[in-house]
């Protein structure tokens, strides 16, 4: 049996433990934190950017509208829109400050579709690199992530707020 002790996502596991009507909503919390502590990137009108505090790749960011809607049809159009402008200024900014070279961009909706937050839709936009999947992940099982989540969020919110 391979352990991969990981002991900083236990707030993570407790949280989700609860029974879905007693969780406090992820993205409703962080909204109404500080931007250093929640990692939010981009504060717009009806919706925010955000480094993704358990990533699948260094600088995996997620796009949540600040209402609380489970799907995409309780979202009205300027919302819908401003997540799809924020997911190409991602892409832009992704490219320039972790020369990232290609995307997964998608969100699960619903429990069966696999949301860890079925309750508040949001998007992820993980970024790629050609090799990125290499030896260690497949044959260990095992993913390296080469930045820190704090240095990963300084210098995406650089780039961000440089106006990319």
Request: aromatic content about 10%; some cysteine.
């Amino acid at each position: 049996m391979k352990i991969l002790w990981n002991p900083w996502r236990y707030e993570y596991v407790k949280k989700t433990a609860l029974p879905q009507g007693e969780r406090e909503c992820l993205f409703c919390r962080l909204q109404s934190m500080n931007d250093e502590e929640a990692f939010i990137i981009h504060r717009g009108q009806y919706s925010f950017v955000l480094l993704n505090a358990y990533p699948y790749n260094t600088g995996h960011l997620m796009i949540a509208p600040y209402k609380h809607a489970a799907e995409l049809s309780e979202l009205d159009n300027s919302t819908l829109l401003e997540i799809v402008f924020l997911m190409k200024k991602a892409i832009t900014v992704l490219r320039k400050a972790l020369m990232a070279e290609g995307f997964n961009i998608g969100s699960n909706i619903g429990r069966a579709a696999g949301a860890g937050i079925p309750d508040h839709f949001h998007v992820h936009i993980v970024p790629r690199w050609v090799g990125d999947a290499n030896f260690l992940a497949v044959i260990s099982g095992v993913k390296p992530l080469p930045l820190g989540l704090r240095e990963a969020y300084d210098i995406i919110k650089k780039s961000w707020t440089q106006g990319v």
